[in-house]
Every structure is written in structure tokens, then in C-alpha cells.
């Protein structure tokens, strides 16, 4: 792909020139330098002091117990032995986290997919049709979750509904078992963000694949799995790995409704351990954890992805 | 994004098809799930917008009333006199109109960088910016806690302002790759007229470059407005609390909870959240377009 930089200067051109030439090229050069690095430096800094400087920072405090008042105190590997050791909250929170993703991701994006082949038929009121399924993935996350607190209330208008169909509604953020399945709906409703992308690919497949394949005879669902799915791969994959990490980092939801432990995800986790309890050795150990565990997942999904992501223009073995 | 849609209809509309009617029953089901999943999608949109305009006593009717008898506008003016949001969202404005401002110059100057400047060292550095979009947030939240705290930044905007004049790995490449598609030639002329990377930059580059800065400008504004975790952080002090911390405040309502809590108001101020959101999400679709569209092609 084309994320490796295209840094090869152009050397044999200027090169060329005599030597006194040369050397008023190479105070350009050095001039040009100097302002590359003069414009990267805001980031630099930045990447100093709010990225690499915190990380280390915090590697360092996951060896140690402090509460911001007394000196840090070290403590060699005990919070991370504390925070694997069987009991820990740290395991309710990785399951609950890992239901939760393990569910709502796929889900979510075969939602968006489903949504994206209706809007890609030849339809009127098309804008219109998207702009309904665009609009709540624009909606704050505070807003969502206090609306759906209100719309999932056990006596609430979505009971009310699937009641008409006599279905009895579970009370859903009130029920410990219920929060979750809640979360994932409510997450579901914002589906229609990844549409977007899925369309545009679509846009994007060259017709002369589904002709061809309409000549060998598959219809529009064998065509759907053969030519659609394959080219939009690319498009899947980012899906899937920016769902997983998303869903990895969930804390807003969690935070409001509050409901003690059916619901604890990672961040929320961390968020208690440092914010509330001040203890912030043992909370970067947590948050060390999730880093390690947000790198394994996408390593994982990236190898695995090998298989099965199409690239156009990639040079297959 | 609209011109797309049109070619594709016309593509779509291959010669041997024309002479299908246009309803067949593919079509016709094709328009009922669309018709049953925008009704659905919309359903908690409409509900939110009718509890927020109906009074305390209906919003509480069994079972729900999805049109109010009467629609009460009063609740868009409580939630100023009473709940106090319109210091909420001047805060929310104080807070996201700098942080666009720096995240946006902050960006385009390392992405005109590296599109454009030759130097030692370059790719590597290039390298660096890309991993750092490996890199969860959470890693960070303590220490950069701790450094705002040792500051005296506690119960001010700048931890929320602050950290975007650096700039942000995703938005530089996604600017560098727009910029990159900026033809060269118009570089070379502005030297020969003796401008300097920094001219070149604000004479060319940002003007031509409007759409992706205009994204960016989205991006970062969806990114403060909403946010809720590092306010929460970072401010105790309800006069200071973003519009995002004080909607969410409105729950707590004290004593005795599902009851009292008063939802007319909090969809109201949630309204107050979610439009300026949703505005500028439409009103910026086509810069979103086509000022990301150069993700979509690297795949």
C-alpha cells in the first residue's frame, strides 16, 4: 500500500550541476531542511511530551503504588501480578469487553454492509434514504446514551413497541444480564456510519466484474459474495479493525449508566482504579494490559486478514 | 458524493436491463426494508425531539405518549434559566474553536512538510507519525494527567485545547496525501516569484488544500464537542463543565433516582448537544467527501 512514504529525492537531477552551483544548491538544501524540521517540530514536541514522555511514564508507574499524595513507592511487578491474578476485576471487565466486541463488531458491520446494497440499488429518494441511516452515527455518544436510557427504560417506548408484537421487553440497563445485549443495540444504532464507507467502495467496483460474472450465470446474491465482498475486503478489514479497538476503548456508555459490575469494560476500569481510588500504579498497569492487548488484536487481525483481503494492483505469490 | 450516485445510476442502467420494469419484486422488497430501517433509525430520533417538547407531567405518562398533547417550548428555555447550559455551551465553544483552529494549522504545517520538504532523516520521522496511530489514548491518560496537574492545568481548558496544537498522526497523513495530489508545478512557479516554503504553504497549499482542511476542521470539532472522558478528568468545577459534562449532570438529580430525573430537560439539553453536531456533519458533506475521499484510495 501506499502508507510507506515517498521520500526518494529526486538527486540525479541536481546533481548535474557544476561544482559552485552545487555548493548554493546544498545551502538551499540545507535551508529546505531546516524548515522541515522547524514545521514537523509542533508534533514533535507534542509526540515528546504527550505521547512518548506519558508512555514510558507510565511503564514506569506500573511498577510502583501511588496514591499523588506520598511518594511513589516501588513495587516491582505486584500491581501487574495483582491485576492477572485470578480475582481481579480486570478478567470481568475483559470479558465483558470482549462479549461485547466479539458481538457488536461482526454485527455491525454486516448491519452496515446489508444497508449499503439496499442504497446501492437503483432507487429514488436515495439522499434521503442515506441521510436517515447516516444521521445517528452523527449523534454525540452523551446524547445517544442518555436517549436510549430513556427509550430502553423498563417501561420505556421500545418495550412498548415490540409489545405490540407481544413480545415482553426485558428491562434491559436494570437487568445485570441485559446490559450488555442493551449496549450492543444501542450501538447498532449507529451502524449507519460505516454505510458510508461501504458505499463509497461500491461505487468504486469496476462493472465489468458483475457482467462478466452475470455471463457465467451467478445472479445478484452469488454476485454478492464473489465480486462484492472480495473488493469491498479492504474496506471490511479497516471496519473490523477500527470496531475492535473502538470497542476496546468504550467508556462514555459504561460510565453513565453506571450499573456496577455486569457492564465493567476496560476503560471504565481503568478510569475507577486511577480517578476514583487514586491509585495510579496500579491503573497503568491496566492501562499497559489494554495497550498490550489492543496491539495483539490487531497484529492478529492484520495476519490473519492476509488471507483473505483482496488488494487490487498486489502482486499475488 | 451526489454527482457518484448519479453516474452510478446511469451505469447501472445497462442496455440489455432498460426494457425490466422498473417495479419488480426485488425492488419492491429492497424499498420496504428501506422504508422499515429508516423508520427505525429515526423512530428514537423523532422520540427524543417529542420528549424534549412535552411537559415534565406527559413525559412521565404510562404508557409513553409518542406525540405530546401539547407541545411545551418552555423546556428550551429551562434548560438556560434553569440548568444552566447556556454556560455550558459557550464553554463547549470556548473549548472547540481553538482546539480547530491549532489542530487544523498545526497539522497542515508537518503534512505540507512532508509532501512537500526534502530532508535527512525524513522517512524515518514519517514512520514515527504513523505509529503513533497504534497508540490507544488510555496508554497516555495518567502521566499526561499527572504533567496537566503538575501545570496547574486542573479546572482550566487547557488540557482540552492545549494538546491540539501539536497536531494528530491521522490528520497529518490524511493532509499529506491531499496535498500530495497538489501539482508540483504551482510549488516551482511560487519559487521562481521568491516565495519560501512558509509563502508557498499559505499562498498554495492552504488554499488549494480547502477540502481536506475543512475535514480536518470536522474532525476535530465531532472529536471536542462531544467528548466526555477528558473533560470529566480534567474539570470539577460545574461553572467550567463543557455542555457534553452538563447534560449528563442533569441525571443526577440527587435524591430519589428514575423518578425525578427530569427527561423532557435532559432531551432538550441532549438536542442542544446533538444539533450543532448534526449541522455541521450536513452542511460539510461534500468537504468530508472530498477531502477524505484520498483514504479511500489507499485501501
Redesign the interface.
Known sequence: MSIVPDVVPAKGRLRKSTRPKRLKMDRMRRREAMYFYLFVSPFFIGFLFLTIGPILGSLLLSFTRWNMFLPPQWVGLQNFSQVLSGNSLFWTALGNTGYYALISVPLGIILALFIAVLLNQNIVLRRWFRAAFYLPSTIPTVAVVLLWLWLLAPAGLFNEFIGLFGIKGPAWFVDPSWVKPGLILMGLWGAGGGTVLFLAGMQGIPPYLYEASALDGAGPIRQFFTVTIPMLSPIILFNVVNGLIGSFQVFTQVYILGTNNADLMMVPYLFQEAFDYFNMGYASAIAWCLFVIIIAITMVVLRWSAVYVYYEGEVRR | M?E??KL??V????PGRQKKPYWTV??VI??L??LA??VM??L??L??IT?SLSSSHYAMD???Q?FPKQFDWENYVKIFTESGLGQSALNSVIITVPAIIGQVF??A??A???AR????G??V??????A?L??????????????F?YLNWLNTFWPLIV?N???N?YN?FLMRQFFMSIPLELDEAAKLDGL???GI?VRIILPLGKPVLAAVAIFTF?AN??N??TP??YITNPHLYPL??S??TM?ETGDNA?LSVP?NL??AG??L??LP??LV??FGQRALYEGS?VL?R??
Open positions: 451526489i457518484e450516485r452510478n445510476g451505469r447501472l442502467a445497462r426485488g425492488k429492497v424499498y426494508f428501506l430501517g429508516g433509525m429515526l428514537p430520533l422520540w427524543m420528549t404510562f404508557p409513553p409518542f498545526a497539522s504545517l508537518a505540507y512538510a512532508f520538504l526534502r530532508a535527512p525524513k522517512s520521522l514519517f514512520i514515527i507519525v504513523l503513533t497504534m497508540i490507544p489514548g488510555e496508554v497516555t491518560l495518567i502521566p499526561t494527567f499527572i504533567l496537574k494538546p496544537f501539536f497536531g498522526a497529518i519560501g516554503p512558509f504553504w465531532t464537542w462531544g466526555f472522558l470529566l478528568i457534553a459534562l447534560v449528563y441525571t428514575v427527561w435532559i432531551m441532549s438536542m448537544l446533538t453536531m448534526t456533519f450536513f475521499n479511500g489507499v485501501g
